[in-house]
């Protein structure tokens, strides 16, 4: 059951006191539908794996380029850990795309 009146919805809570620190709210039995994670560190992670694994999947690229049929570790194997490194930048990519969207999202309605 909710305290609220039917056709008003609820204000959104701050971020700066809606974390694991600092005050908390009541919850309100909707949390998977308003979760809201630590934008902040999720850009700093995003961030430094987003060119760390970028730079792999060039360097596995090129060793599995340069490598010889007789080579161990195989040039498939290699090409795959490229795909997976590039995958993985990829996501990371979305993920400051996505965190940055939302920031400024914030500081928007806080004017």
């Not at 961030?47 to 999947?57: H, I, K, Q, S, T």
């Amino acid at each position: 059951m909710s305290d609220e009146q039917p056709g008003r919805e609820a204000e959104p809570v701050p971020r700066s006191r809606s974390g694991a620190f600092g005050r908390r709210f009541p919850r309100r039995g909707t949390e998977p539908w308003n979760a809201q994670s630590p934008l902040g560190l999720r850009l700093l992670l995003s961030g430094v794996f987003l060119p760390l694994f970028f730079a792999a999947a060039v360097l596995f690229g090129l060793w599995a380029a340069s490598s010889g049929p007789g080579d161990s570790p195989g040039r498939g194997v290699l090409t795959a850990i490229a795909v997976m490194c590039g995958v993985l930048a990829l996501i990371a990519a979305i993920d400051v795309l996505v965190v940055v969207r939302r920031l400024r999202r914030e500081r928007r309605a806080r004017v």
